[in-house]
């Protein structure tokens, strides 16, 4: 047994020498996005300067988030190129998620900044969803600048979600 488990040491400590991101695919958080594939995307239409006019104002997601057409289909093009969990391939257990929501400006229909994100994991789409509530109450207060939370969001919004919800 001490062998076995030596070797799988060995083996593990030469896989992240020779490529780190090779063993970060393989333990991926199915609750992020894969990196590469889905970095985020903004919405240059939405500044510092504008937000009163723009995420500030109630309603305004639903002036510029895309069609269920086109997220379903992408979502389904995305589970069948290595997004699905555990071989899940059933779209109603996922979300097809802005990663920078639309409420902090990310943009409504770059595929960087979409993908199906699972219902079922530990930190799951519900829970993201309250990050992001939280960030645009804070950027809409002046407290916290879009920018700053967008990078938030973007780079690892579980991170973002001890820092900002606690």
Avoid at 27 to 34: E, G, K, M, Q
Avoid at 123 to 137: F, Q, S, V, Y
């Amino acid at each position: 047994m001490k062998r076995k488990l030596s070797f799988v040491v060995i083996a593990i400590t030469t896989l992240v020498a020779m490529s780190p991101s090779l063993l970060s695919a393989a333990v991926r958080n199915p609750s992020l996005p894969i990196a590469s594939r889905t970095p985020g995307a903004i919405d240059p239409r939405v500044t510092q300067k504008n937000l009163r006019t723009t995420i500030c104002v109630s309603g305004y997601t639903s002036t510029v988030r895309p069609p269920s057409s086109y997220t379903h289909a992408l979502k389904v093009r995305q589970l069948h190129s290595g997004y699905a969990v555990g071989g899940d391939f059933s779209t109603s257990d996922y979300e097809e998620d802005h990663l920078i929501s639309l409420e902090l400006g990310g943009s409504p229909t770059a595929e960087r900044n979409l993908w199906p994100e699972p219902y079922s994991s530990v930190n799951g789409a519900r829970t993201k969803d309250t990050l992001e509530n939280r960030l645009h109450a804070l950027v809409c207060a002046g407290i916290v600048p879009l920018t700053v939370a967008q990078r938030a969001i973007a780079t690892n919004w579980i991170t973002a979600y001890r820092v900002y919800v606690g």
